[in-house]
């Protein structure tokens, strides 16, 4: 057996594991990433419109300071996130971007003068200022006081992670790609690394590692309608929860994106109403002036999501073979725009629907897109439960997204995170010294090799992993979407109690030889069932509305019995996670109020640490 | 009903002792939109789940689907079948490593291709995290853009006849990066360290300027003009790089 030892094992080489390897990797620890594919090619290079970072450079974000980040982070979050972390975030994203632009990113420009914007489908006059000519620009998202959205055109992933990636090369870390981690190597205290299998030969190899971060992203993909790339079925968090002792912090936490295209969900970015883009129904009228008269198009994306579907459910969606759609408008911003800041989105238009952006209404609504939950970890990413395991980027909970992520703070989380926590991680490592226990090592071997010699048998049955995939898929589509309750989330339960036990008889109808693809998912359609349990059993304890959890028979945000985190584990044997809960934050910068947006009941926290003894008001 | 499709599809397993390279025919119905994405998640989940393949953001912007479709190479993603005659041949890139079917090791490839002309910033500053950013015009930053947009998919290369008849030669991929950095103010590498890199028979010099590359870009980058830019730059560099010698030797 190929056995790798390392100071440092990133398990996904995504922007938040390349950030955390270059952290630690510059400070002189030996450092290995393994990847599902090649790194570039990870989901981070899909993330579009750009990254939060309060610089203030333009003259539409003048003012702006890690201050009125924090403040839209924390009202984002709808109060579910973690103050210190929103702090610390708000506080390096500045940092962070310059620390892009150092290592090539090609950040688009301020140019002095006068120039002119869209919103709400009217064109305005701005004048950027010559003192702030040539340094980086923003432009708005939704949810923000400011424009604070760093980009470059809307390929501002795919920059961030060439530059990224580009510093891993010049360190020269070690990356394998094609390598997957299929369980984490631990006693019950702490974690030794992992057993991973190579997608390319299909062979089991060992690595053995003093620290291990999971940056595996999100786990869109157990729902049927998403956004995510096909990678995006959590293995990270899932091998995580398998340890029985780490648990996924707030799995019911799930934003849908309010513009998938339809069909086949691919993104096209918030940059296109940030940019002045609107949304228009079968009428082609605007209605989220109506809704949201303060922010219109560009309120949070939960906020904006469930509009979109209560404006489809009065029937005024576009029908279409694949259900009802609404429009998103971008033409009145012109070629010229379309053409140099959203460059994807037009060929995405072309290329996969048919459409010209410049003339033609773009079909859109909304689709699976983040995962707010994750491995649930304290400030400096360290996960809960196992010494030695850390968590960044998506797959983790660390928790400043709370229960609605801002458009642009995931991409800046990835940077701004992995940098936090490798840093960490390379405190950590020193002069910390790990007994890597054979016994331990040979069993986790041995049971992953009888796990995969089984299901190649079949010996414990013969269900096809594809189509119970899709039988989850579509429960979770279907009952644990934008709109939930109570009814529609115990059949949820039950229904993917049913899965999860047949998930436990699935045989390969290949023969399992080499890379095969048939058994690579197979060994992580299990995990992949209780992730999504735990989504919906989260989603069903928690009798109240937050953020992009929107509860029809608990419409109130209940700050009286509800400010908490949930913490789910997984014991084995069991056919449910385990839930546990914990208050969200520790410190109460900015106590529970109203968002200003998406306005909903609240039922006052009375917890005098969380109030500072003032009672918020109650709409 | 949609047009019966039929599928040619090159198949070998290289750990599989019992597997020789061979083609298969498929069969599959055209539905409405239909993409090769689709086509082949199809198949292998409907017909014959041993059938390997990559995909990953299945928008065209991660560059991993890229194979020969009846015998260009493009990203199957974007690929729609209503584009295809209803006999559709796939068949893995050239040059790159097969991994089985029609999955290649791109990933070995560019790592090595940015290893070999250095991707990265060479800059001898030290990153401040208390200073502002350097100043950059916004045209400059476009202009980067425009070439930093490759997705590494590797059609240039499976396209390039140079670069199948020659492993070692660096192709139109590596050529743009290099255009790329040599654009970039924050790079501060001479004419002459660039020459270093890229001025060999394996570099811009062993270019036959067929241009397969600029054909099949699937981003539609400008390959011609940044060959012909680099060429005439390194050929400059390469007679100074010359008269250097001949001057030393004096």
């Known amino acids: 057996m190929d056995t790798f030892y390392t100071d440092l094992l990133c398990v996904g080489a995504g922007l938040a594991g390349e950030r955390a390897a270059i952290a630690a990797a510059s400070q002189g620890y030996e450092t290995i990433c393994l990847s599902l594919v090649p790194p570039r090619r990870s989901h981070s290079s899909a993330a579009q419109g750009g990254m939060q970072a309060s610089l203030g450079n333009c003259i539409m974000g003048a003012g702006d300071n890690p201050d009125v980040h924090f403040t839209d982070t924390v009202k984002g979050s709808d109060w579910g996130c973690d103050q210190e972390v929103a702090r610390l975030f708000a506080e390096t994203a500045p940092i962070a971007v310059r620390e892009a632009a150092f290592w090539g990113v090609p950040w688009n420009r301020v140019v002095a003068g006068k120039g002119t914007y869209f919103k709400g489908g009217k064109q305005y006059e701005k004048v950027e200022l010559k003192e702030k000519e040539h340094l980086i620009t923003a432009r708005d998202f939704g949810g923000t006081a400011k424009w604070r959205t760093c980009y470059t055109s809307d390929g501002t992933g795919h920059t961030l992670l060439f530059a990224m990636d580009n510093e891993v090369v010049k360190l020269g870390v070690t990356v394998h790609d094609r390598v997957e981690a299929i369980a984490i190597i631990h006693d019950g205290e702490t974690c030794m690394g992992v057993v991973a299998r190579c997608l390319k030969t299909g062979k089991l190899r060992v690595y053995l590692a003093k620290a291990t971060i999971i940056a595996t992203g999100g786990y869109g993909r157990i729902y049927q309608e998403t956004t995510n790339a096909v990678i995006n079925d959590g293995s990270g968090a899932a091998i995580a929860l398998n340890t029985g002792v780490v648990p996924i912090g707030n799995p019911e936490a799930v934003q849908f994106h309010p513009t998938g295209i339809v069909p086949t969900n691919i993104l096209v970015t918030e940059g296109c109403r940030g940019d002045g883009g609107t949304l228009k129904d079968v009428n082609g009228e605007r209605f989220m002036d109506k809704y949201e008269p303060a922010k219109q198009e560009l309120a949070s994306r939960d906020v904006v999501s469930r509009w979109m579907m209560h404006h489809i459910r009065l029937g005024k969606g576009v029908p279409s073979p694949y259900g009802p759609h609404l429009w998103l408008d971008i033409r009145h911003l012109g070629e010229k725009h379309i053409k140099t800041k959203l460059r994807d989105v037009e060929e995405i238009c072309n290329e996969f629907l048919g459409v010209d952006p410049i003339t033609q209404m773009i079909p859109v609504r909304p689709a699976q897109h983040y995962s707010m939950g994750g491995v649930r970890t304290n400030k400096d990413g360290a996960a809960y439960g196992l010494k030695g395991l850390f968590a960044a980027g998506e797959a983790a909970c660390w928790d400043m997204h709370g229960f609605n992520r801002l458009g642009g703070n995931s991409l800046a989380e990835t940077i701004v995170a992995g940098k936090i926590v490798g840093e960490k991680i390379a405190e950590f490592l020193q002069g910390y010294e790990v007994n890597f226990r054979t016994d331990v090592v040979q069993d986790c071997v041995k049971k992953e090799q009888e796990r995969i010699d089984n299901i190649i048998k079949g010996k414990d049955g013969k269900e096809n992993a594809y189509a119970l995939r899709n039988e989850m898929q579509a429960i979770m589509f279907e009952k644990v979407g934008i709109f939930r309750n109570g009814s529609d989330l115990k059949a949820a339960v039950e229904g993917l109690q049913k899965v999860y036990d047949r998930a436990n008889h699935v045989g390969l109808r290949s023969g399992g030889v080499g890379a095969n693809p048939e058994l690579a998912f197979a060994l992580k359609l299990k995990g992949m069932v209780r992730l999504a349990l735990c989504v919906a059993y989260g989603a069903y304890k928690r009798e109240e509305s937050r953020g992009a959890h929107a509860r029809e028979d608990f419409p109130e945000r209940n700050d009286r019995d509800w400010l908490k985190r949930t913490l789910a584990t997984w014991k084995e044997g069991d056919d449910l996670p385990t839930l546990n809960y914990e208050i969200p934050s520790k410190v109460w910068e900015l106590p529970p109020g109203d968002r200003g947006y998406g306005s909903a009941p609240i039922i006052p926290s009375e917890d005098p640490a969380v109030i500072g003894g003032k009672k918020p008001e109650n709409k | ?250």
């Open chain 2, 1 to 250: 009903m949609g047009r019966p499709l039929k599928f040619n599809i090159f198949r070998y397993n290289p750990m599989d002792p019992g597997s020789v390279p061979h083609m298969e025919v498929f069969h599959l119905e055209e539905t409405d939109a239909m993409t090769l994405f689709v086509a082949l998640n199809r198949l292998r989940e409907e017909q014959d789940p041993t059938l390997m393949f990559d995909f990953v953001c299945r928008a065209g912007i991660c560059g991993s689907c890229a194979m020969m479709i009846n015998g260009k190479p493009d990203l199957a993603c974007h690929t729609k079948t209503r584009d295809l005659p209803q006999e559709i041949t796939l068949m893995p890139m050239p040059v790159f490593k097969l991994i089985g079917d029609l999955s290649v090791d791109t990933g070995s490839w560019f790592r090595g291709m940015n290893e070999k002309v250095q991707s990265w910033i060479h800059t001898q500053k030290v990153f401040d995290p208390k200073a502002q950013e350097e100043p950059m015009t916004n045209e400059r930053a476009e202009e980067i853009y425009e070439l930093e947009r490759c997705i590494e998919c590797g059609c240039c290369v499976a396209a390039c006849g140079k670069a199948n008849m020659r492993p070692e030669f660096m192709g139109a991929t590596a050529f743009n990066r290099v255009a790329r950095f040599m654009l970039d103010p924050r790079d501060e590498r001479s004419d002459a360290e660039y020459y270093e890199v890229v001025g060999t028979d394996d570099g811009i010099f062993g270019c036959l300027g067929l241009l397969g590359c600029e054909d099949v870009c699937p981003k539609k980058i400008p390959l011609q003009d940044q060959l012909g830019i680099l060429r005439r730059k390194m050929g400059f560099s390469s007679i100074q790089h010359l008269f250097g010698k001949v001057f030393a030797r004096k």
